[in-house]
């Protein structure tokens, strides 16, 4: 990988919940300078912003998000259009965790442009990039069961091992995610495999450079072989 497409590529993780997607693309955001816009934080924020909760729409898209459900697909795909757009401007590459997450996202409509369409017309097919972390359904529920995450550095906690309530990382206070709960996660995991994995399948058809890695490792190891395919 040059440094030229460095400077000017998106990328996209895509996973079942607890794949390591956020961390992957949080990583790789350190390793080649790119903005992280993950989606699910994103929105998390935006659907709990206090200054919003008179919002009929934020209280729509957040009794959808508290019951595992994805949220409405045109309003999600409205927000991240916005954010790519100044990201354009500035000449700033970056890279996607777990977005777009259904077909209608990823390549829209007749009247409606989807992201992926999207962020060729911004980059260039040849500088996107999707990678498929793969890992098991109980592996899904094992981890984020289990999993907390830094309320200061964001960094997900998924080692069960790890019990103290400050994050190993930064020392900041260790919060349990809302969502994580075993009946919300299997709702999480049914509608991950009924809407997202579809556009894994249209992304190759359409010859959108896809590819799958094992995302059961540690994520160091997961990390290394990332960063090893942009070294190719």
Not at 69 to 96: C, D, H, R, Y
Not at 131 to 148: V, W
Not at 174 to 193: A, F, P, S
Request: aromatic share 8%; charged share 25%; net charge positive.
């Amino acid at each position: 990988m040059t440094k030229t497409n460095v400077d000017h590529m998106a990328v996209v993780f895509y996973g079942p919940p607890g794949s390591g997607k956020g961390t992957q693309a949080q990583l790789l955001a350190g390793k080649l300078h790119l903005f992280h816009f993950d989606t699910g934080d994103y929105l998390r924020k935006l659907l709990h912003n206090p200054k919003l909760n008179g919002d009929k729409t934020i209280q729509r898209e957040r009794k959808l998000n508290e019951s595992g459900k994805l949220n409405t697909p045109s309003w999600v795909l409205n927000v991240m259009i916005k954010q790519v757009t100044e990201l354009a401007k500035l000449g700033q590459s970056v890279v996607f965790s777990g977005s777009p997450r259904n077909t209608y996202e990823a390549f829209g409509d007749e009247h409606h442009i989807g992201l992926l369409d999207f962020l060729v017309k911004k980059y260039g097919k040849k500088n996107v990039h999707i990678f498929f972390l793969q890992i098991p359904d109980e592996t899904t529920i094992r981890r984020n069961t289990h999993r907390t995450i830094c309320s200061v550095c964001k960094t997900p906690l998924l080692d069960i091992k790890h019990k103290s309530s400050s994050c190993p990382f930064c020392g900041g206070k260790v919060d349990h995610r809302i969502d994580d709960k075993t009946k919300i996660i299997t709702q999480r995991l049914k509608e991950y495999h009924m809407r997202t994995e579809p556009v894994i399948a249209e992304s190759i058809k359409r010859g959108y450079n896809v590819i799958k890695m094992d995302g059961s490792p540690a994520p160091y190891k997961v990390h290394e072989m990332i960063t090893s395919y942009f070294n190719k």
